[in-house]
């Protein structure tokens, strides 16, 4: 993926379970460590259709990305966030076409959240509600924001963050892969100053666990075990959704 040298070893966990409500698990993740490259998407649309365009976004986005990126390692961080969106655009065009052609399909998308590290540097875009947080010493934070009719109320201020998060608007998308129209990806630049942890995640899992829980396990487990607790207590709390949490450690290599 028109690598520059690693500053960074990645060491990735993932767990995807279906939860305790649905018969399907349409999230799907992809993870190339040395490439830098970490993905997690929720399919929707019922049916198959969910897990169609989840599956395209873990098998075809990264292929899209590499050839996109591919001699950019001179670029800007401005141009390297502005061809990320552009691919991610293109993917969600590419899927929207799809789901016209074929009946099956229709109304089939998908959230895509993702991190590429290059450098000393990661670059976290987003569609939907899936989530990317990261964990340095002891400061946690969601790095993007949630395309939903109850985060766009939340930020205008007319419902708080705890009436967002049981408002029955959380899982109504503004925004998402396969839309009409452009699919305008979120796209941020993370300076990594230190060794951290990434966790990119469905709404499977910050639906049923609070920051404040994700926080304490990530800083309490070893990768595995963070990333298998995670979903378990996910699954305890009521498992309403299918739930993905894919770990990321990142430390400065040799």
Not at 131 to 143: G, M, P, S, W
Not at 193 to 200: D, I, T, V
Not at 215 to 235: C, D, H, Q, T, Y
């Given at each position: 993926?028109?690598?520059t040298t690693p500053v960074f070893e990645c060491a990735v966990h993932a767990v995807s379970?279906?939860?305790?409500?649905?018969?399907?698990?349409?999230?799907?993740?992809?993870?190339?460590?040395?490439?830098?490259?970490?993905?997690?998407?929720?399919?929707?649309?019922?049916?198959?259709?969910?897990?169609?365009?989840?599956?395209?976004?873990?098998?075809?986005?990264?292929?899209?990305?590499?050839?996109?990126?591919?001699?950019?390692?001179?670029?800007?961080?401005?141009?390297?966030?502005?061809?990320?969106?552009?691919?991610?655009?293109?993917?969600?065009?590419?899927?929207?076409?799809?789901?016209?052609?074929?009946?099956?399909?229709?109304?089939?998308?998908?959230?895509?959240?993702?991190?590429?590290?290059?450098?000393?540097?990661?670059?976290?875009?987003?569609?939907?509600?899936?989530?990317?947080?990261?964990?340095?010493?002891?400061?946690?934070?969601?790095?993007?924001?949630?395309?939903?009719?109850?985060?766009?109320?939340?930020?205008?201020?007319?419902?708080?963050?705890?009436?967002?998060?049981?408002?029955?608007?959380?899982?109504?998308?503004?925004?998402?892969?396969?839309?009409e129209g452009e699919a305008r990806a979120d796209v941020r630049l993370v300076h990594l100053?230190?060794?951290?942890?990434?966790?990119?995640?469905?709404?499977?899992?910050?639906?049923?666990?609070?920051?404040?829980?994700?926080?304490?396990?990530?800083?309490?487990?070893?990768?595995?075990?963070?990333?298998?607790?995670?979903?378990?207590?996910?699954?305890?709390?009521?498992?309403?959704?299918?739930?993905?949490?894919?770990?990321?450690?990142?430390?400065?290599?040799?």
């Open positions: 993926m028109g690598q379970d279906v939860g305790r409500r649905r018969s399907e698990n349409q999230d799907a993740w992809f993870a190339d460590a040395q490439a830098g490259l970490f993905l997690v998407a929720d399919g929707m649309g019922g049916l198959a259709a969910g897990s169609v365009a989840s599956q395209a976004a873990a098998e075809v986005l990264p292929k899209m990305l590499e050839d996109r990126l591919a001699g950019m390692e001179r670029a800007t961080e401005t141009a390297f966030e502005g061809a990320i969106r552009k691919t991610i655009a293109e993917f969600s065009g590419a899927l929207r076409e799809r789901s016209r052609q074929d009946a099956s399909l229709k109304g089939t998308g998908t959230t895509i959240v993702l991190a590429l590290v290059r450098g000393k540097c990661a670059y976290v875009a987003n569609l939907g509600d899936s989530r990317a947080y990261i964990l340095r010493h002891d400061v946690f934070r969601q790095v993007t924001e949630d395309h939903s009719v109850a985060a766009l109320m939340h930020r205008l201020g007319k419902i708080t963050a705890e009436q967002a998060r049981a408002h029955p608007a959380r899982s109504t998308l503004t925004r998402h892969a396969g839309m100053k230190g060794p951290c942890r990434l966790l990119l995640c469905s709404d499977g899992l910050t639906g049923m666990l609070s920051d404040d829980r994700i926080k304490a396990i990530l800083a309490s487990e070893p990768g595995a075990e963070a990333a298998r607790r995670l979903v378990a207590e996910a699954n305890e709390a009521g498992g309403h959704d299918n739930i993905t949490a894919l770990v990321v450690d990142l430390r400065r290599g040799a």
